[in-house]
């Protein structure tokens, strides 16, 4: 049998020469035990597409939890995002990034507003310096959307609905971190170039003294605390 395929291959080769054709090896090779399995197959198999359902979902989840953990730093948080698009994933997550993007979009125009008022030395009013930038800047709307990038079935379009319109639970929790952190920083913060702090407005505000700029804001921590009470009732 080989034989007879070397003359035949030898014979063609001759052929091949006589009529001014480069002369290629054949490939005689013998049938694959597999036959044409590979070519005509298809994924019906019912556990290989349950096995690569749950598999994509697991790989879902660490990226949302990969998109919480940066979820504070907004240089990484972008990075991220921009390797999530390169790669051609990034349509598994369009809600959340979208959010996330307004979230972080809306925090760096609060960091310009504070940055304005430090250059210019200026001393909001303590309900300006709340509304316009504090609150935003603290991150609890940032933090509140990428949040729900590790719930799973629970961040559905409606949660970043209502995410997005900064529900009172949000500014109240808001409100509470800032006022806070303002109270226990306002004094190093002030010893070097810094946006005021909400202790300071309220005593350029008022002209009034360190204890009376202290029970107003603790007035106003222990309302915040009211309106999360109330909304999770």
Not at 86 to 92: D, N, P, W
Not at 205 to 226: F, G, H, I
Request: with cysteine; charged share 25%.
């Amino acid at each position: 049998m080989e034989d007879g395929m070397t003359t035949h291959n030898s014979a063609s080769h001759a052929v091949q020469r006589s009529i001014g054709v480069e002369a290629r090896p054949i490939a005689d090779f013998h049938p694959s035990v597999w036959g044409d399995y590979f070519l005509n197959y298809t994924a019906d198999d019912k556990e290989a597409k349950a096995f690569m359902a749950k598999q994509l979902q697991e790989l879902e989840e660490e990226v949302r939890k990969e998109l919480l953990a940066v979820a504070d730093k907004s240089l990484e948080l972008l990075n991220f995002i921009d390797a999530i698009q390169r790669l051609g994933v990034a349509y598994h997550f369009e809600e959340e990034i979208e959010d996330a993007l307004q979230k972080l979009k809306a925090m760096c125009g609060a960091y310009m507003v504070e940055a304005r008022w430090r250059n210019q030395k200026c001393f909001p009013t303590l309900d300006e310096y709340l509304n316009e930038a504090a609150i935003v800047s603290f991150g609890y709307n940032l933090a509140t959307t990428v949040c729900y990038l590790g719930m799973g079935e629970l961040a559905t379009k409606e949660a970043f609905d209502w995410a997005s319109q900064n529900p009172n639970i949000v500014r109240a929790s808001g409100i509470i971190g800032r006022l806070m952190d303002d109270m226990a920083s306002h004094e190093f913060e002030q010893t070097r170039d810094h946006v005021p702090s909400a202790v300071e407005c309220y005593k350029r505000q008022c002209s009034a003294s360190e204890k009376q700029v202290r029970d107003e804001l603790d007035e106003r921590v222990t309302n915040a605390w009211k309106d999360v009470n109330q909304a999770l009732i």
